[in-house]
């Protein structure tokens, strides 16, 4: 293939991708800031290489074509690299990109007019393969905690970055070539890194999209997103390994439920919003008493459960105790008023013949007196209750 036929195909392929990436965000399946990134990406390159391509081949003065086109593919190069350190959560980096592309510029217009053909080649192929290392360098962070797919275009982008740049070294090393290398084979080398590189970051990046979005939907399966802690379902998860191990001699673990006390007041009176940022403050002050080893979940609505894992029924009792002054004792700051607010509670720990059923039933039970006496005060189940009925 020849060298302007190479350009026209990753002009082309550029192209094509951004139309994909552009129609995958209109048909509502995106709902990621970063596919628009890609997308753009992928359209500076696209126009870059087209410009290239019709610089060659004439059609516009190939002095005005070439340093536009150029400018154009690192811009869409420093883009995407940017874009996979915002990814990564590393802002800094990002910001890092604009000036280290104007250097780039400065540095590529340099050689080009220093040596328009041997040292111009050399800087296009240093700044694409240094822009596609940092990509991948981006892409390779939290490596140990990184699903297979993030690894593998980590891998991929730092070797085909790798042949890239390898271009620049061996012609400003070994301007004829090296051995079977020559400068032709090498040339068509990078380009069709080039070419694999806009796919791989094109469908690589979609599906690191889906595989995100997938993650948040099995996370939200188990989580209350208002209070970040595991909902019902998360919760009786959790629970189920304690439940069996509380049929074995040991030590006991305790479960505690509490729900706000009077509720509907705060909604009725602030609003609704205002009563979700009650909720979540003062879930936060409930976690700060509570050790790593507590699991802290949402049952429903403003009702809550603690499992205390080694914890006996009195100190379970102290445990809720100091919560519940905790809670009492907080003021929450909102938009319209300073909030106080209160909690009952009940306690229990799992007994060997509990299903879940019967020991939730017997905590609720107690929370139920402790509501009953008054509300802001914490109820020990009783030693021995009434058998529950399973549902
Ligand atoms: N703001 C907000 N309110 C909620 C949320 N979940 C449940 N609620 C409200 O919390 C209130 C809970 O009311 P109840 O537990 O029945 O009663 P209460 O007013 O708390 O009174 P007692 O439990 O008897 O002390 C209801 O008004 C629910 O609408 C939530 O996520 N955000």
Redesign the pocket.
Known sequence: MDATTMVLALALGNLALCATLFFFEQSGHAGRPAVPTWGWSRLYQGAGWLLLAIGAAGVVPEGLALPIAYVLVFAGVAWESGAAWERAGRLRWRRATLPALGLAVAAFLLCWLIDPIGLRAVAASLVLGGFYLSLAAALARGWAAASMLQRFLALATTVLAVVVGARGALVLLAPAGWGWMTSDILRQLHSGALYLLALVGGFGWLLLGREREQAELARLEVNDP?TDVPNRRGFFQALAPWMALARRPGQPTALVVF??????????GYG?????V??AHLINTCKRQLRDSDLLGRLV???FAILLPRTNLDDAAMVAERMRAAIEAERVKTERAMISLTA?FGVTTIRPDDSTVTLLARADEALRVA?KAG?NRVEVAAAVLAPVEEE
Request: cysteine-free; overall charge negative; proline content about 4%.
């Open positions: 208002l729900d706000l006390d009077q509720f509907k007041r705060i909604n009725d609704h919003p205002a009563g979700d009650v909720l609505g403003v009702e009952s509501k509300r």
